[in-house]
């Protein structure tokens, strides 16, 4: 596969899989500690290198299992504004995974955010571990 790094930092990490056209998106246990600035600033910077280097995008996966702070009904806002409404504008995304939070409130924060995204129903599915999302992205 042709794996192209679009962001690493000490909360997260993104790749885009060139042949699969995949985004994908992995949390890491540092987001807990992550300032809400921090969270614009780097998601700012990721939403630009997926719009200036994915030709098209088909798949998205978002492994939050290891994302631990709680998103403000106010960020969530400014996230759908200001990264998904220009990813979604662009391309035609066919499925989205989500790797579920081991966190409760920090799940029903992304899932409250993801909603505030409008996606057609069926895009949008939650799962516990990698492999099932694989699966299903694929359509294994």
Known sequence: MAKI?????QYFESSFDQELKLYEL????ASEAMEDDEYKTLMNADRDN???KCDKLNYIVLNIKERMDTMSPELQEWSTAAISSQIFSKYNVLKIAVIASKDFY???SIEQAIEE???NEGVVRYFEDEQQATEWILGL
Do not use: E, G
């Open 50 to 52: 997926v719009l200036q």
């Open 117 to 119: 995204d409008n996606i």
């Open 26 to 29: 992995v949390w890491h246990k």
């Open 5 to 9: 790094s679009l962001s690493s930092n």
């Open 106 to 108: 920090t799940q029903v």
